[in-house]
């Protein structure tokens, strides 16, 4: 092997480079065997095309290490080696058998690091200051990263094809967080030994995706944020909507996938984003979206709302009531109708097309001979007997 020292952080020329040795480094053939005490003076890279073993202190570095070639390079030994900055820029990937602790920054410019996926002691991990740059599609961690120290990060995960990143925010101040993302179906996923049956699951969740699954390992409550886009596929859940997505965990003391639940979402039902609800991530062995159950009576699969109406009290015959579609179907009911300021202006219990743009209850109905002013409406449908609630507007012509 060689030591090459002509590459700055973009391979450029290499400024300088001090090694200080206390004890000793042997320079076998096939890998940069440390037994001693490296230090990687300031401004200064130390470039490896080939595999590095480290057996002793790698500690004191304020300098670079960077991997780079055409070739995988295995990091291995007995003591993890903790940098100062690191660069990646290689034709193929950076494959860890030990932890790496990064102090300052990790440059991704090509490849991956790589861990194993189901050994979760083996990461990349960013201590209190370390950050990174450059992460992408081919430019990221497949396996496990960590954090130390912290509390709110974002992991540059992903699987081999796709950074697929998840956002923390702890209550407190972190000693340890472990995160990984799984392109692979939880119920028989081909990287880690555990399995996640997607059938398995609370009355609550309706579908557990099938798809992907992340691992995030922490003992403080916290958020995290995930995102779904066109892999995740969730439009092929039957009858998802945006407004059913939710955050599930296989809860580890219950054997099963409850639901965590959201803070927040944004985006439709092919990419979009959702924070959830605070949750001590050690509790759970992996987190992935959910569904809200399907109804399962005939009528709210086939009406998910009841629309929007045109109402025209002009005695013509046309549009003179408001007939709400299928209302028949649960005559214990209740329709209220509210103006654009929010004032309740119409309420019938057991609606059935009562409405005819005349106020019966609130202010206006002093001057209900004169009807209701032109606008638009809002309205709510409660069916008793279903379970269901619906809201839609209507515009009124006078």
Same mark, same amino acid.
């Given at each position: ?114 861990? +194993?996926? #189901?050994?979760? %002691? $083996?990461?990349?991990? &960013? ?8 992460? /992408?599609?081919? =430019? ?45 179906? +939880?119920? #028989?996923?081909? %990287? $880690?030994?555990?399995? &996640? ?8 969740? /309706?579908?557990? =995706? ?189």
């Amino acid at each position: 092997m060689a030591i090459h020292c002509g590459e700055s952080l973009i391979m450029k020329l290499l400024l300088q480079i001090t090694l200080v040795l206390t004890t000793s480094i042997a320079v076998a053939q096939t890998a940069f065997y440390n037994s001693g005490n490296v230090q990687v003076h300031n401004n200064a890279n130390i470039g490896l095309h080939t595999d590095f073993i480290n057996n002793a202190n790698f500690d004191q570095t304020t300098g670079t290490l960077g991997f780079y070639g055409n070739r995988a390079i295995i990091v291995s030994g007995s003591i993890p080696p903790s940098l100062w900055d690191a660069e990646i820029f290689m034709d193929a990937n950076v494959f860890l058998q030990t932890p790496i602790m990064v102090r300052n920054n990790v440059n991704f410019v090509d490849g991956d690091v790589l861990t +194993p996926t #189901n050994l979760q %002691s $083996v990461y990349l991990s &960013f201590m209190n200051e370390g950050l990174y740059t450059g992460e /992408g599609d081919f =430019s990221k961690i497949t396996g496990f990263a960590a954090i130390n120290d912290r509390n709110v990060f974002i992991f540059p995960v992903g699987d081999p094809q796709r950074l697929r990143p998840l956002t923390l925010n702890s209550q407190g101040n972190t000693p340890l967080v472990i995160c990984g993302y799984f392109f692979e179906n +939880p119920s #028989n996923p081909s %990287s $880690v030994l555990n399995t &996640f049956d997607t059938f398995t699951k609370v009355n609550d969740i /309706g579908t557990v =995706s099938d798809r992907e699954f992340w691992i995030v390992q922490s003992d403080v409550p916290a958020q995290v944020t995930i995102s779904w886009d066109d892999r995740s596929n969730l439009a092929a859940i039957p009858n998802a909507t945006f407004e059913s997505i939710i955050v599930v965990g296989w809860n580890k003391s219950a054997n099963q996938w409850v639901i965590i639940g959201n803070s927040g979402m944004s985006g439709d039902i092919n990419q979009g984003f959702v924070t959830s609800q605070t949750f001590v991530p050690s509790d759970y062995a992996a987190i992935t979206f959910g569904t809200i159950p399907l109804p399962t009576d005939t009528f709210a699969v086939n009406n998910p709302t009841l629309g929007n109406y045109f109402l025209s009290p002009n005695a013509d015959g046309i549009n003179d009531v408001l007939v709400i579609d299928g209302l028949e179907e649960s005559p214990n009911n209740v329709v209220r109708i509210f103006n654009r300021y929010g004032q309740k202006v119409f309420e019938q219990v057991n609606y059935t097309n009562q409405f005819q743009g005349i106020a019966n209850t609130g202010t206006l109905v002093l001057g209900q001979e004169k009807g209701l002013p032109e606008g638009v409406y809002f309205y709510t449908a409660t069916l008793f007997d279903l379970e269901l609630e619906y809201t839609g507007f209507l515009f009124l012509d006078q």
